[in-house]
């Protein structure tokens, strides 16, 4: 009995669905677990993390780390430095992805990329998100105003010069607001520490 047919029909529910899999969804769907792994050993599929597959042939991932996080963590909200660098408001480069989760959830097991993991709580966790498309996946993504408010907020751990950089970035952004910045400040409860700061830059 031929392999091809089995892996012409996997390809289609692949591409069906964006050219990313995660496993049980390519089982679920009908993809036979010996077909999956002749694909990948065939070069058809692209492993990305443990149990999730891309098309080969697809144009390569704008940011395949944030693309792996978002079809692996789902519920996770890039935050911190990995949310200034998606937004362009730091010169760091972030070598793990930094995640925010909500309290009380157990962290992800993937192996790659490195995550660095931060829990918050109540509106800390779930006010500031942003859903943006990304290779067919929805990436959940702090925005600036809340995103600088984190960083001053974890000033201690990322260091004072990164939150006032971001917050010097942000200030020159068309979509700045004095009101959003002092909102969410309020929110990460840093409104005294940041306020100083942004009448200085205003």
Not at 120 to 142: C, K, N, P, S, W
Request: aromatic fraction near 8%.
């Amino acid at each position: 009995m031929t392999e091809q047919p089995s892996i012409e029909r996997a390809l289609e529910i692949f591409r069906n669905a964006g050219g990313l899999l995660r496993t049980r969804q390519a089982l679920a769907a009908g993809v036979h677990p010996r077909t999956l792994y002749a694909m990948r050993d065939a070069g058809l599929l692209d492993r990305l993390g443990r149990g999730l597959y891309r098309l080969a042939n697809l144009p390569p991932l704008g940011s395949p780390d944030l693309v792996t996080v978002a079809a692996t963590v789902p519920h996770g909200v890039v935050c911190l430095i990995s949310a200034l660098s998606f937004h362009e408001l730091t010169t760091q480069i972030p070598h793990q992805v930094f995640l925010a989760l909500g309290r009380g959830v157990e962290p992800p097991r993937i192996e790659h990329p490195p995550l660095r993991l931060f829990w918050f709580t109540g509106a800390m966790f779930t006010d500031g998100i942003e859903r943006h498309g990304m290779d067919g996946l929805t990436l959940q993504v702090y925005g600036p105003a809340k995103t600088v408010a984190d960083c001053f907020r974890y000033r201690n751990k990322l260091g004072m010069d990164v939150a006032l950089e971001a917050l010097r970035l942000y200030r020159e952004r068309d979509y700045f607001s004095v009101e959003d910045i002092l909102h969410y400040a309020g929110i990460c409860r840093v409104q005294t520490v940041i306020r100083p700061y942004v009448e200085a830059l205003l």
